[in-house]
Structure formats: structure tokens, C-alpha cells
């Protein structure tokens, strides 16, 4: 199955040799493809929701590594270039970060030499592996929980609460779309959403322009540390609604219970497999304690990414 | 009578011509060389301090360029920007490559671009900097010897034309 846009946001930008091939293969795997993993000399791997496979010379999938197709030094310096537009030296930041985006919000993590300064990453040379994470928006995946964190047409601050590819950051995503688009069955305004997005994640800006749908009253400060750009967006741009992913340092709960003083609310995600998880992390234990947060959402990927598991009243420790 | 006049002027410009026009050629290298000192002059200013996106870095270097490396460096950006998974530096070389018979650059002077494109847009800033730098230094070079040659040769080549085509009249009288 190919994604929207796959051929004019994705194969643009990889090395000619490669993109028929990338076509042929991302159309016969049997579930959307998430990853496109580009090694050089070594074999050319897809990855979708529960598996991988790697590409043949003409193109068909195989489980064994030893048929696949393996690009060379060209091919990854091409498509790096591609990637970055052949301007390098313009995505200087985020080479540096090892990630590059491209319009859509697909994000291309890169691996290979590290020149490092004073202790520092100064620059990737010879970039040797790639990884295209091919962006999937999900509108209304917060429609079965949206109605649990409104109350009286309030938001309520909340905390999701994931293991890793659990699909919160795009649960955060549609949560902030549609709190800014408003929800009139719920008795929601459209509310103004300030947004930190560190790691180019949730909004996947392009220079600073918002790739995927945040919704018409978003303001998204991209690249920025969680805690200085919650502080930012609650001094200057008066949200509504303060959103960030992947809370857990003590300088974050700080900004949080800054912007809960000024009387907006908090919508953040944690890594955890459960509340206890999250109590041990002292920072965010402390926020827990306090009540920084009404509600509390749990995920799993037990029936796939966005497993709702349970809907907690912080407040009152009752499950929804 | 008319006739053998007309007949000695033309001998006389016939290899005039040719030693005008190999006296050109040394008097447009240095001019050229110089162009493209100065288009790489801005791509360096636009690389460190605007972290211009390459097709646009090309065209306002283009426009510092003069005529000659002007013309290559703004068919580059339109190559890139045609797309089709050419990298800055293909463009580049395709590009003098096409307007090869327009340029008096000698070998050694393309060997200096031909080293600089590959690397154009394909390391970070530092880097790109240095590799201009460089490539620039090289171009003066080469231009002061373009210089010297010039001096020393294009006025003797009209010389030579001018002076061989009468002495073909001579011998022909």
C-alpha cells in the first residue's frame, strides 16, 4: 500500500537507481508502509505495523537479507543531498540533531560519522544510514477520548501515558487539532493551542511552517527544549491550552506548573507503561502529587497503535 | 590593379583576423576567471552568513558573475531546480560542460571548478566555506598568470597576424 504523497513528498528525494524499486516494493507490502531504512552496502529494508521486509533486486519483497538489493556510496550521498535539498550547510541544526524534514512531515533520521567539538556533535559526514518515517496522519483518532477530558466545555489537563510506538504522539497530534478546531458536540470553542514541538514530531515543520493539520488556532514552536518554549508560548502568546511531547525532566515540570499558574491548560505525554511507571520518575511524580493533572490517559498497542486502556480521573482515581 | 589591391587586403586580413581573435581569447581568460571569483565570492557570503538554499544561492551568484560564469552558474540552478535527482554539482558540471565552447578557461582552470562543484552543497557550512575558499585562491592564481599571459602575448598574437599577413603579401607580390 502506497501513503498519500508517497511519490511526489518521498521518492522525490531518493537516488534515482532507487525509487522504482521503493515503488514496486512499498506497493506489494500487506499493511501501510511506516519506514523506509536506506543502509549503505547494506540490504534495503521496509518496515510496516508488525514487520519488516527487505527489497529485491527487481523490485518484490523478501525475508532474507542475503537477496536484497543493497545501496552504494552514491546512493546514499545522493539522496541525503536530495534530502537536504542540496544545500547541506542550510540544515545545519538538524543535521546536527540527525534528522532532516521533508515537506509532509516526513522525518529522515541520519546516521553516520560524527565530527564531534568540545564534547558535541559539530556535523554527520558520510552519512551511511538513512531512515525515511513516512508521516501518518490519523484525523479523529482522539474521537473516542476527547469526551473524557472535557468537562462543562473545559479541557481538562491531561497526561498520556505510552511505551513507545504506541501512537502517542499522534493521538497528541489530533488532540491538539481538534481542541484548536473546536468541538461543538462537546460544547468546545476552537481554544488557542501553543505547542512545543522539540523534536519536529507532532506538527513536522518545515522552516518553521506546520506540515501536518494542527488545527486553525495553533502556534507551534519548533526545535525548541520543552521547558524554555512552554515558558515562551505562555509569556507571549497567551494559549489556551499548552502542549508538549515527552515530558520527564524537573526544568519541565517547572514550566508546567507555571503555565497551570497562569491558568492554562496542560496536554503532555509521558514514556511509561503505567501510572506507577510514571510515579518512580521523580519530576513527574511531583506533578502527579500536586494535581497538575486532571486526567490521565493510558496506551498500549494491544489492538494497535492507540490502544485507549483506560481513562483516569486524577482527582479521583476513577476509571472512565 | 584593383584587383591585386583588393587581393593584398584581403591576405592582410585573413591572418590579422586570426591573430585578433587568439589575442582575444587571452585578453577574455583573466575577465572570466574573474567573474567566477566573484560569483563564488557571493555563493560564500550566501552559504556562511544566509544559508541560501542552493538554486538561489546559484542566481545571486549568477548575478555578480558577468556574462560568461554568469550564464553557467544561473543554467545550474535551472538544472537543479528541473529536479530528477541531479545533485548541486552535476548541475554545475553539466552546465560548464554545455557552455564549453563559450568559456576561454584552459584545462587547468576547469580542473579548479571541476575539483569545487562535487562538494558544493554536501557538508555544513564550515565546510563548504573552506572548499570556496580554496577553489577562490586557486581562481587568483590563475588569473594573475591569465594576466601575465595576457601582457605578454596579446598584443604580440595581433602583431603576428597583422605582420604575417603582410608578409605573405610580399611574398606574393
Not at chain 1, 198 to 216: F, K, N, T, W
Not at chain 1, 284 to 312: I, M, Q
Not at chain 2, 41 to 58: F, H, K, N, S, W
Amino acid at each position: 500500500m502506497l501513503p498519500e504523497g508517497f511519490e511526489r513528498e518521498i521518492l522525490t528525494y531518493v537516488s534515482p537507481r532507487l525509487t522504482g524499486l521503493l515503488r514496486r516494493a512499498a506497493e506489494a507490502l500487506p499493511a501501510p508502509l511506516e519506514e523506509i531504512r536506506i543502509r549503505q552496502d547494506r540490504p534495503l529494508q521496509l518496515v510496516y505495523p508488525g514487520g519488516d521486509a527487505f527489497v529485491a533486486p527487481d523490485g518484490r519483497l523478501t525475508a532474507d537479507p542475503g537477496r536484497a538489493v543493497r545501496p552504494d556510496h552514491d546512493d546514499l550521498q545522493r539522496t541525503f543531498q536530495l534530502m537536504a535539498r542540496g544545500s547541506v550547510y542550510a540544515w545545519e541544526e538538524e543535521v546536527r540533531g540527525g534528522f532532516l524534514t521533508l515537506e509532509g512531515g516526513h522525518r529522515v533520521g541520519l546516521c553516520g560519522r560524527a565530527v564531534t567539538e568540545a564534547g558535541r556533535i559539530r556535523t554527520l559526514t558520510q552519512v551511511a544510514s538513512l531512515n525515511i518515517r513516512i508521516a501518518r496522519e490519523v484525523p479523529g483518532a482522539a474521537d473516542g477520548l476527547l469526551p473524557h477530558l472535557v468537562r462543562g466545555g473545559r479541557f481538562l489537563s491531561t497526561l498520556l501515558i505510552s511505551p513507545p510506538q504506541a501512537g502517542k504522539t499522534t493521538l497528541l497530534r489530533d488532540l491538539v487539532r481538534q481542541l484548536s478546531a473546536g468541538v461543538p458536540r462537546l460544547g468546545l470553542r476552537g481554544l488557542k493551542v501553543g505547542l512545543v514541538d522539540e523534536r519536529s514530531e507532532v506538527a513536522g515543520c518545515l522552516r518553521g511552517v506546520p506540515q501536518r493539520d494542527v488545527g486553525p488556532r495553533t502556534d507551534v514552536l519548533d526545535g525548541c527544549p520543552k521547558a524554555e518554549g512552554l515558558m515562551l508560548l505562555i509569556r507571549a502568546l497567551s494559549p489556551e491550552v499548552v502542549a508538549a511531547d515527552e515530558i520527564g525532566r524537573p526544568e519541565d515540570a517547572t514550566a508546567v506548573m507555571e503555565a497551570l499558574h497562569a491558568g492554562v491548560a496542560v496536554l503532555a505525554t509521558a514514556h511509561g507503561s503505567g501510572l506507577a511507571d510514571v510515579r518512580r520518575r521523580p519530576a513527574l511524580a511531583e506533578l502527579l502529587r500536586v494535581g497538575a493533572f486532571e486526567r490521565a490517559v493510558l496506551l498500549s498497542r494491544r489492538r494497535g497503535p492507540g490502544t485507549v486502556e483506560a481513562v483516569l480521573d486524577l482527582a479521583r482515581e476513577v476509571v472512565a | 590593379m584593383t584587383l591585386k589591391l583588393v587581393g593584398a587586403a584581403l591576405t592582410v586580413l585573413a591572418p590579422s583576423w586570426i591573430g585578433f581573435q587568439i589575442a582575444a581569447r587571452y585578453g577574455r581568460r583573466p575577465v572570466e576567471l574573474r567573474g567566477f571569483q566573484n560569483g563564488l565570492a557571493v555563493l560564500v557570503t550566501e552559504v556562511e552568513y544566509g544559508a541560501t538554499p542552493m538554486p538561489d544561492a546559484l542566481r545571486s551568484a549568477a548575478r555578480a558573475a558577468g556574462p560568461v560564469a554568469g550564464a553557467i552558474l544561473a543554467d545550474a540552478a535551472r538544472r537543479l531546480e528541473a529536479g530528477g535527482g541531479i545533485t548541486p554539482g552535476e548541475a554545475l558540471s553539466d552546465a560548464l560542460a554545455e557552455h564549453r565552447g563559450s568559456v576561454c578557461l584552459t584545462p587547468a582552470d576547469e580542473e579548479i571548478l571541476a575539483a569545487l562543484f562535487p562538494v558544493l552543497g554536501a557538508s555544513d557550512r564550515h565546510d563548504q566555506v573552506r572548499h570556496l575558499r580554496l577553489a577562490l585562491d586557486r581562481l587568483a592564481a590563475a588569473e594573475a598568470e591569465a594576466a601575465d599571459e595576457r601582457r605578454r602575448y596579446e598584443r604580440m598574437y595581433r602583431y603576428v597576424g597583422v605582420l604575417s599577413g603582410l608578409a605573405l603579401v610580399l611574398i606574393l607580390m
